[in-house]
């Protein structure tokens, strides 16, 4: 295996805003969500660990006391997220009551199938009891039976949103689009991921239109912290089977969550169970379980005893106590409790345990969404943790396998990951186009030499980690959506992009590629099929905002990527990096930043990464695909050659020595070739 080498490294300023808490007991977020308490439809777009829950209990007990609902029903993907959910004694910390579910009221701790709770639901809401807690499956099977017109006048709060799809198929998006639909219930939904692994979108736009967003990022949660100051993502290749090389990346010191791979991948070695006795059969010497958690006590070369907690064993009964024991209240507190948990399908998103320092999954994840849910179990704030690290290990391709293809997938997926990971984490961006009269934003740092209104400047709010980037020709959003779309949506969009399998392989491997084909033919398709309601003009300044954040994160990037600055000047390294970009090319232009490939990076990452053999016959899958010009590409870069008729006065030429008007040319005449040819029959 290669050496480690992260492929995000992001440290923060633990200015200790996001865990501050005002009069009533919330946090900086809780806070903004509580401002929208008053909205029918609420969004809450927001990182794990930036207490979303506890939110949800402020607005959902407004709306019981103050708002006339007359109950309210907290959904949630799995049982064991109902415990984020259980009695809250709210008043403690100075609001005006408390957060309280009658035990026979919280189904994620009732026996049976969630088919049988049915009935428990319907009680409930021929109760005068108020709040009740169930899992999204329950809740599905209750619509189907008695209607979404029993849940009038009701609060429905669905957390891990993003399980929704607008997708027909998807029972509670269906469910969600009904209530919407009926407009006779409150619904407050909350996400730290409002993107889906499979690119469907989350709502329809006419239905995400009547919420009312609350975002708070990454950046300012992590920012924020008091503890953590360092945050380490990596993709790391290996040859072989993954447990005899899996002690170089997984350190017996660290609280460590592992999720081994799915049976049904190329890394699962087809039998779990033994791939876990292997696991601790690395680590040590097997000391037997302990008798009140089931946790495995295993003996370290060193001497010291690990508590592992085995959740991937297949007897209920056991894996149930070790999952007990990992959500007693009384033992969260305890850094001591537990060393190492080994998980298949479990311990991911809404588990809480603040005391992980390393999250090590092994094989890639189908779902962007997954990945992201799993890196929040190690961004949890904590006394004495000041590093936190995600590590993807991913098996290297080899020629001699059938699967080549997937495992060139796998790692594809991997880079989208990545770079989707760098704008989740990154300051948010605010464009201005420059104009002769533009001028600074109040609260921006424009360093050493101040505004300068001759050139592009870069501002960056410290206090609401912001920057604010001018440049020139940035087509700016007219409508309010757009509006929105540029200020909120951004790495939604960047999300779709990373998922497009033909882009990135282009941007990667393609040594013929026009980077203008990426950014302005493939993103202009995806922004096109997202926002099909926005006009050109609109759809034109949402995809130069999303190539401007997504190229100056890269380009910041590659500015200290090989400067220890990176490591030594902490949150401030990527806003040097784009500051250093900007100065280095004069001005911004939207031109300039079109003509980046945002793949570029990412490639010089890989290529650090993976062997010199697996790099060459990775590229060699891809490139072997002969790449041809769609219809629907040739009448963008058509439009796109009219455009540029607009602004010189001529049609691009064939001949041109500028790749991008001479790739225009080509979209003309094919386009030209294409209608000649629907003429003659």
Not at 32 to 42: I, M, N, P, S, T
Not at 197 to 208: R, S, T, Y
Not at 418 to 428: D, G, N, T
Request: hydrophobic residues 40%; negative net charge.
């Amino acid at each position: 295996m290669n050496d480690s080498i992260p492929s995000v490294s992001v440290t923060y300023a633990c200015s200790g805003n996001s865990t501050r808490a005002n009069e009533l007991g919330m946090r900086p977020m809780q806070e903004r969500a509580w401002d929208k308490r008053g909205e029918q439809f609420l969004l809450i777009k927001s990182p794990p660990a930036s207490g979303k829950s506890r939110a949800l209990m402020f607005i959902a007990l407004d709306k019981l006391h103050n708002q006339g609902l007359r109950q309210a029903i907290v959904v949630v993907p799995e049982r064991t997220i109902g415990a984020s959910f259980a009695d809250t004694a709210l008043s403690n910390f100075g609001f005006w009551t408390d957060w309280t579910v009658a035990p026979k009221w919280n189904l994620c701790n009732a026996p049976g199938t969630d088919g049988g709770k049915v009935n428990s639901v319907k009680a409930f809401l021929d109760s005068d009891d108020r709040i009740l807690v169930c899992t999204h499956a329950t809740f599905r099977f209750a619509v189907d039976r008695f209607g979404s017109d029993a849940f009038d006048g009701r609060l429905i709060a669905v957390d891990e949103f993003h399980h929704v799809s607008a997708n027909p198929d998807n029972r509670l998006g269906e469910h969600v689009g009904q209530l919407i639909a009926r407009d006779k219930s409150h619904i407050v939904a909350m996400t730290g991921s409002y993107f889906r692994g499979d690119a469907e979108p989350v709502l329809m736009p006419d239905d995400e239109a009547r919420f009312e967003t609350v975002t708070y990022t990454y950046y300012e949660q992590l920012n924020g912290y008091e503890h953590l100051k360092r945050l380490d993502i990596g993709y790391f290749f290996y040859t072989g089977n993954y447990v005899d090389d899996i002690l170089r990346v997984l350190d017996p010191d660290e609280k460590t969550i592992v999720h081994i791979p799915s049976v049904n991948s190329r890394e699962s070695t087809k039998d779990k169970i033994r791939e876990v006795e292997h696991i601790i059969e690395e680590l040590g010497e097997w000391q037997g379980a302990d008798a009140t958690t089931g946790f495995q006590l295993v003996k370290t070369p060193a001497g010291r005893i690990l508590r592992i907690a085995d959740l991937v064993d297949d007897d209920p009964g056991r894996r149930e106590r070790v999952a007990a024991a990992l959500r007693d209240p009384d033992l969260m507190n305890d850094r001591d409790h537990v060393d190492i948990i080994v998980a298949l399908g479990m311990a991911k998103e809404g588990f809480d345990w603040v005391w992980c320092d390393h999250a090590l999954t092994v094989g890639y994840r189908s779902s962007l969404t997954e990945i992201v849910q799993i890196i929040g179990r190690a961004t949890r704030d904590a006394p004495g943790k000041t590093r936190a690290r995600f590590t993807n290990l991913i098996a290297e391709p080899d020629a001699s396998e059938e699967a080549v293809t997937e495992a060139v997938n796998d790692t594809l997926k991997a880079i989208a990951a990545s770079l989707l990971m760098e704008q989740v984490l990154a300051p948010r961006f605010n464009f201005t186009p420059k104009r002769s009269d533009s001028g600074p934003v109040e609260g921006a740092d424009y360093g050493e030499e101040g505004y300068d209104p001759e050139k592009c400047n870069v501002g960056f709010n410290h206090d609401t980690g912001q920057f604010h980037i001018e440049i020139k020709g940035l087509t700016e959003p007219k409508g309010k959506e757009a509006e929105r779309i540029c200020r909120e949506d951004l790495n939604e969009v960047i999300t779709a992009f990373a998922q497009d399998k033909t882009a990135v392989e282009r941007g990667l491997f393609d040594q013929e590629l026009v980077p203008e084909e990426l950014t302005q033919v493939r993103m202009g398709k995806i922004v096109k099929d997202r926002y099909p309601e926005l006009s050109e003009e609109d759809r034109e300044a949402v995809r130069q905002h999303a190539v401007a954040a997504l190229n100056l994160t890269q380009k910041a990037k590659e500015t200290v990527l090989d400067e220890t600055e990176a490591q030594t000047n902490g949150s401030t390294a990527l806003i040097d990096g784009v500051r250093k970009f900007a100065m280095d090319v004069r001005d911004l232009d939207i031109d300039l930043i079109d003509r980046i490939n945002p793949f570029g990076e990412a490639y010089a990452i890989l290529a650090k990464t993976m062997s010199e053999e697996s790099l060459k016959q990775v590229a060699a899958v891809i490139t072997a695909k002969k790449i041809q010009l769609t219809p629907e590409e040739a009448r963008d870069l058509a439009r796109r050659a009219l455009r540029f008729k607009q602004e010189r006065g001529r049609l691009p030429s064939i001949t041109s020595q500028d790749p991008w008007e001479k790739r225009m040319a080509e979209g003309v005449a094919l386009l030209a070739r294409m209608k000649a040819e629907t003429v003659s029959g």
